[in-house]
């Protein structure tokens, strides 16, 4: 009986911290090239969809900029991500214990 117990106390420990690390993060979506600043990329840098757009498609990764903060995208197919390349966007989702990565469940505008 003891060991059953002990089973279910550490299942819901480990349930709890895959729970903990679901968070909402307010930023931009950017690409691995240009990170948190387009500007090293001349006239098309001016429109952060545009630089994302053709950053991405040039073989660079989504990324999440978010504070003084990279995250990189696990999820790259998620499906909303084009659509909201350059935007200011609330994400929420999965962030990494190394807390650099970052895997979507959701994207939604960011509040003015």
Not at 17 to 28: D, E, I, K, V, Y
Not at 34 to 56: F, I, L, Q, R, Y
Request: charged share 20%; glycine share 14%; hydrophobic share 35%.
């Amino acid at each position: 009986m003891k060991r059953i117990v002990s089973i279910g106390i550490l299942c819901s420990i480990g349930g709890l911290s895959a729970w903990a690390a679901s968070q909402t993060l307010t930023g931009q979506i950017s690409d691995s090239m240009c990170g948190k600043s387009h500007a090293g990329m001349g006239e098309m840098g001016k429109n952060p969809k545009d630089c994302t757009t053709g950053c991405v498609k040039a073989g660079a990764k989504y990324v999440v900029v978010s504070g003084d903060k990279v995250y990189e995208i696990k999820n790259q197919n998620f499906a909303s991500l084009p659509a909201n390349a350059g935007a200011n966007v609330q994400i929420t989702g999965d962030v990494g214990k190394d807390g650099k990565t970052i895997t979507i469940s959701k994207i939604a505008p960011a509040g003015k």
